[in-house]
């Protein structure tokens, strides 16, 4: 098979990962062990193996022709879900060896991780961000629609040792659906299985492209909700912003600080929530070292001085 014109796609400018290079393991089409309901490709059967499967020579000999310098990340995905291609060890392998200084990132449904020869390969990665979109099997299904062979019970146990494996940069992502895994249980159960996660940023999402089947979003004020629900020491970000109304709320300095000491919040955010006086207060507190601002990814949060040295937040 030959797909050359569609294994390498971008570069892309991606506001939470910089420059990124995109790589696609099953250009021809949609290969994947899931069939979420917000996909943004059509429905799918799953399957746990790729059925048709490029040459890890033919992805090396297009990734040096696009490879520039100022490309930061080599991002593996794909139609379906990354993970299922069977040459991935040695294609990261080869990758290593004319990447410089560019890192490589993979984008996954986490559910390969049960697999110890996609887990030892994810390993090497310099970056990873795992889904993880539910953790009671029900709802679980309802969203992700994974294949028969795919235990969420298993699935979150890997997750969280690989996290504490994993040398590089973890990210976890979660996307909301209305009415499924936003519910107050749910909101518990995730809560207490990400305490158990060593990532540097957990994204939490919503559905911002027109999803596969008839299921929608959440907005941003039930995502800040829902942010500001989970443990404070947790690294949370909003990375869903489509269609977003400015809230435009007046706080006081100390409501300014009470409200990044729940969640350390990116300058997006605070164009999002904050009004004109609450903007110039924060600058205050900038200035004064009330507030410090902290790069993690490609993301700079701020956060109270004070909460530089709390235990868990990796901001």
């Known amino acids: 098979m030959s797909a050359k014109n569609s294994i390498i796609f971008g570069p892309i400018n991606s506001r939470r990962f910089g420059m990124s290079l995109g790589v696609d393991l099953s250009p021809a089409f949609k290969q994947c062990n899931f069939d979420c309901l917000y996909c943004e490709l059509a429905p799918a059967t799953t399957t746990n193996k790729q059925v048709e499967t490029i040459q890890v020579q033919e992805v090396i000999q297009e990734l040096k022709t696009h490879l520039t310098h100022n490309i930061d990340v080599i991002t593996l995905t794909a139609n379906g879900e990354p993970t299922l291609y069977p040459h ?10 004319i990447k410089g200084a560019t890192e490589t990132l993979i984008l996954t449904n986490s559910a390969a991780l049960i697999n110890p020869i996609v ?8 970056q990873v961000k795992l889904s993880l979109d539910a953790v009671t099997p029900n709802i679980f299904k309802k969203i992700d629609r994974p294949h ?13 040792a690989f996290s504490k494996e994993y040398r590089g940069k973890l990210f976890i992502e979660i996307l909301f659906v ?17 305490l158990r996660i060593d990532a540097v940023r957990i994204d ?9 089947y008839p299921v929608v979003g959440i907005n941003y004020k039930e995502l800040y909700d829902i942010a500001i629900s989970f443990d404070k020491t947790l690294p949370i970000h909003i990375a869903s912003r489509t269609h977003v109304e400015p809230n435009n709320i007046t706080y006081t300095k100390e409501e300014i600080l009470n409200t990044l000491d729940k969640r350390p919040l990116t300058q997006e955010d605070i164009t999002l929530l904050f009004d004109e006086k609450s903007k110039v207060k924060l600058q205050e507190l900038i200035a004064s070292n009330e507030v410090t601002i902290k790069t993690i990814g490609n993301l700079k949060f701020l956060l109270p001085s004070k909460n530089i040295k709390r235990k868990r937040v990796l901001y």
Do not use: F, Q
């Open 88 to 97: 991935l060890n040695d294609l990261i392998d080869k990758i290593d060896t």
């Open 204 to 212: 939490l999402g919503t559905i911002d492209r027109p999803p596969a």
């Open 178 to 194: 209305h009415e499924l895994n936003n519910t107050k249980e749910e909101l518990v159960k995730l809560n207490n299985v990400l």
């Open 119 to 126: 887990y030892d390969a994810l390993l090497k990665l310099d």
């Open 148 to 160: 028969k062979s795919i235990n969420i019970t298993e699935l979150v146990e890997r997750v969280v």
